[in-house]
């Protein structure tokens, strides 16, 4: 079963190559976290797994408050290991 993906008008904003930096690390398998995120309507905390870091940011797949799958990259310090 496919799981739904947050509309893009309501996705988190997402760093840019040059805000997240090189090189990029990919995990062999995701890490728990929670995130702290920023959409339109806000910031919000997300539960989630770390998919690929930096040493400045990390790209984090998250669940929004419906139970939709999104991605964004954010700063190291706006993620908590779980």
């Known amino acids: 079963m496919a799981i739904e993906q947050v509309p893009l008008r309501e996705q988190a904003y997402s ?13 062999g398998e995701p890490l728990p976290v929670s995130a702290w995120i920023h959409t339109r309507t806000g910031h919000h905390r997300v539960t989630g797994v770390a998919v690929a870091w930096t040493a400045k940011a990390a790209r984090i797949r998250y669940t929004d408050d419906h139970g939709r799958e999104g991605y964004a990259w954010v700063w190291a310090n706006a993620v908590t290991r779980q």
């Open 15 to 27: 760093l840019s190559p040059a805000q997240y930096g090189a090189p990029v690390h990919q995990a």
